[in-house]
């Protein structure tokens, strides 16, 4: 898988997305690049979606998002030392809106959803993301969003 990685770099593309049907193979692919810090480059698209859900999450990788189901997400703690570094202090220094982007980032939405949501501008909100993004030590709002959701099932473990 790692000749397969290093390949498809040598193309020269900026993101890839794989296609799938089988989640263990997606699973599989997931922890290596996760464990490679190659998340940012990849995205998944699951193919037993509905047409709508299937071109919404295409509509994101289009965007240069990284996309990543939730039922990947879900299975495992993360690997990589970015989301593993992140101490509760560190959501401290988030300002409460950049809590509330965050929140809404975690659930999926896009920021220009989340501007309409807050009454604010979409430059504004990705404005936010970029602090946010430097505050938790994080390269995308995907690694962010991660962060958040295992911090939020540890505190509703505690």
């Known amino acids: 898988m790692a000749k397969d990685i290093e390949t498809l770099k040598q193309i020269g593309a900026k993101r890839f997305a794989l296609a799938y049907h089988s989640k263990e193979f997606a699973t599989q692919f997931y922890d290596h690049i996760r464990s490679d810090e190659n998340l940012a480059d990849f995205g998944f698209l699951p193919m037993n979606l ?28 993360p ?10 202090e560190e959501f401290d220094n988030l300002t409460r809106r950049e809590h509330e982007i965050l929140h809404l980032v975690a659930q999926g939405k896009q920021n220009k959803l989340i501007a309409a949501d807050l009454s604010v501008s979409e430059h504004t909100v990705k404005l936010h993301m970029h602090h946010i993004m430097r505050k938790l030590g994080v390269r995308n709002r995907t690694q962010a969003a991660r962060i958040y959701i295992n911090d939020a099932r540890e505190m509703a473990r505690a």
């Open 50 to 77: 509905q047409l709508d859900c299937w071109l919404s999450m295409l509509r994101l990788l289009l965007l240069d998002q990284v996309c990543v189901p939730q039922a990947l997400l879900d299975r495992s703690q």
């Open 79 to 88: 690997a990589d030392s970015a989301v593993k570094g992140v101490r509760p």
